[in-house]
């Protein structure tokens, strides 16, 4: 801060006029130093405590003893600035820049200004101009572009950035963007195509034209680049991503499994892109069932994806088509890393009683009441259990503990007061198995409601 401070005051006595200096006597011109650097210290410490207006005040004093002091506009810009008064804030950065062009940080705040205001097409002028001080600011000017929709300025820059400095995730974000556009696409391939013949030995080519060409449905071009890759660059993981989608269209199911695992294996594959071939395949499987080995497999490489639980959510795909036995495999995979993910706990609960394992579902679910025992769907299930395998005794004192648990769940405490009717029905107890019928069927009538 002291420096900044310090280079201010410098910079200020140095456009004290020639004029005055040259009339004043030494004593006058010390009196003209000491009231500027005054004044400029006041303006810094209200803004400090921002106190604008004050600031404000103390900077016009400064102008008037220095009216060329390019400093003193700087200042004033940020102080109207921070009050948003955008107009004034933009007039006195701007005058800053006509005393010294060279001042990087005041066309800075003009273009904070327009960012502020939303005045891209002025902010256009003025990053251009700060390219000049600084490549980076190229960056600020392709986001610009896209926002006042000059695409085609937009992708010849993002193709400059993209060879000269590297990928971005943003910049190939607005790039898919704007190829969405068909009118932008047949350019961009040529370029690609031209490109790839250059030096056919870059990957990056190929796989964007792969990309374009599926975007755009033709499938057999992007076919036809993932073998030239795959020629080119036999150790390519890129181009079994194409070849993966060719095997499984043609039903190759060998071809698409060895295809799959060099994908999934490989760190220079997207992890969307990874878990697309997965679901693809996981479809695939379900009709040709001699491949499930190979799904079993394939999951495993998902094993330490914390975003997307892979195994848990095979287990929901066959659940949906009651396909009970596999959707239990699914999730007791998932939950052998993830013992506490209670909604898959309820889900395999569930699949347990829809395959009627309800031996299995007994001991598990008394398992996790153990485990959680707040949690009052498990001892839902382990009283219908318990009531299937006419241990009504069990069910009943499971049920009569977990019925208190319930908060605001009428479809959860009329199944219970259900199999309590059940329990208290094999215990012979006509009574109580009427009062919980009862109980369930006004429930049933809120619920339809």
Known sequence: MKKVIVFGLLFGMLFIPNTLLAQAEPEDIASVNNDFENYFYESLKQKGIENY???????????????????????????????????????????????DPKNRWAWVGMYDVCYETRDFNQAII????????????????????????????????????????????KRELYKARILQDAKYQGSEKADLIAKIKKNPKDEANYVELIFMYSQSNQEEKALEVAKQLEKEIPTSDW?????????????????????????????????????????????????????????????????????????????????????????????????????????????????YANNVQFDVLAKFSEEQMQLFPTQPQLYYYNGLANNQL????????????????????????????????EAFNGLGDAKKKEMYFTKANELLKKQKK
């Not at 926002?147 to 193709?159: G, M, W």
């Open 239 to 351: 181009a079994q991503v194409s070849l993966f989608k060719f095997h499984l269209n043609n039903n190759d199911g060998d071809k698409t499994v060895k295809a799959m695992n060099i994908v999934l294996a490989s760190d220079k594959i997207d992890r969307k892109i990874k878990h697309r071939i997965l679901n693809e395949f996981l479809i695939f499987s379900k009709n040709n069932p001699q491949y499930d080995k190979d799904l079993e497999k394939a999951i495993g490489y998902f094993d330490n994806d914390k975003e997307v639980r892979v195994a848990k959510e095979i287990g929901k795909f066959y659940q949906t088509k009651k396909e009970w036995s596999k959707a239990i495999k699914y999730y007791e995979m998932h939950l052998k890393s993830a013992a506490d993910d209670m909604e898959t706990i309820i889900l395999l609960s569930q699949a």
């Open 390 to 421: 006419k241990n009504y005794k069990k069910a009943k004192d499971a049920l009569e503990s977990g019925i208190d648990f319930i908060v605001d769940d009428i479809a959860l405490e009329t199944n219970f007061n259900i199999q309590l009717g």
């Open 126 to 169: 003025i990053v251009e101009k700060l390219v000049e001080f600084k490549v980076d600011y190229k960056e600020d000017l392709t986001s610009l572009y896209m926002e006042t929709q000059q695409f085609d300025k937009a992708l010849t820059l993002i193709n400059d950035l993209n060879e000269t400095i590297g990928k971005t995730e």
């Open 53 to 99: 207006d004050k600031a404000v005040e103390a900077l016009e004093k400064c102008k008037d003893i220095q009216p060329e002091n390019g400093i003193v506009y700087f200042e004033l810009g940020k102080n109207f600035l921070s009050q948003k008064k955008y107009k004034d804030a933009y007039d006195n950065f701007e005058k800053a820049t006509k005393i």
